[in-house]
């Protein structure tokens, strides 16, 4: 059987920022295994950046954003053509700050999917970081800025 040809995936992830630090779970999967990314998955059909960002949070983490302001940040291209299973994504950054003074409880929902989450700094993040997430940091970004 043919397959066809691979297409651009839309994906929307989130830095969850509380104080000067944000969560970063380490991967468990076909792409990236083992390093450090953002709570996120793929937009499904119908939705907004805000919808997926909420439900993933919601489904990875259990945290549930309810009434918390999502914020668009910015968009990367990353094409994945060395790695031994191919991607193309489109990489949607949402931004939601937590109130650092409410305790936020955060589970490991899928252990299938992620060794754990944890919060870091900017100035000390874990490695190694999930390719379009390090591309991004190393660029200059500043999620706490922008
Ligand atoms: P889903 O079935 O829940 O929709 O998907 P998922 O299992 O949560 O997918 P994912 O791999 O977590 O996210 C989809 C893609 O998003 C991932 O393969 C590549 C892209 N992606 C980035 N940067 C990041 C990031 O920092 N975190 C996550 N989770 N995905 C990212 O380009
Ligand atoms: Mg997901
Ligand atoms: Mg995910």
Known sequence: MVSPPPEPRVAVVVFLLKGRSFLLGRRRASVGD????LPGGHLEFGESFEE??????????????????????????NVFLE????????????????????????????P?????????????LPNPLFWPL????????????N
Request: aromatic share 12%; net charge negative.
């Open 112 to 124: 299938d999917k992620c060794y754990g989450w944890d919060w870091f700094e900017l100035e000390n």
């Open 134 to 145: 390090e591309k991004m940091l190393k660029g200059g970004f500043d999620p706490f800025l």
């Open 52 to 77: 997926c960002a909420a439900r993933e949070v919601k489904e990875e983490t259990g945290l549930d954003l309810g009434e918390n302001k999502i914020e668009f940040l910015t968009v990367t291209n």
């Open 83 to 110: 790695q031994p299973k191919k991607s193309h994504y489109v990489t949607v950054f949402m931004r939601v700050v937590l109130d650092a003074q409410e305790e936020h409880v955060i589970q490991n929902v899928e």
């Open 34 to 37: 083992a390093t450090f990314a």
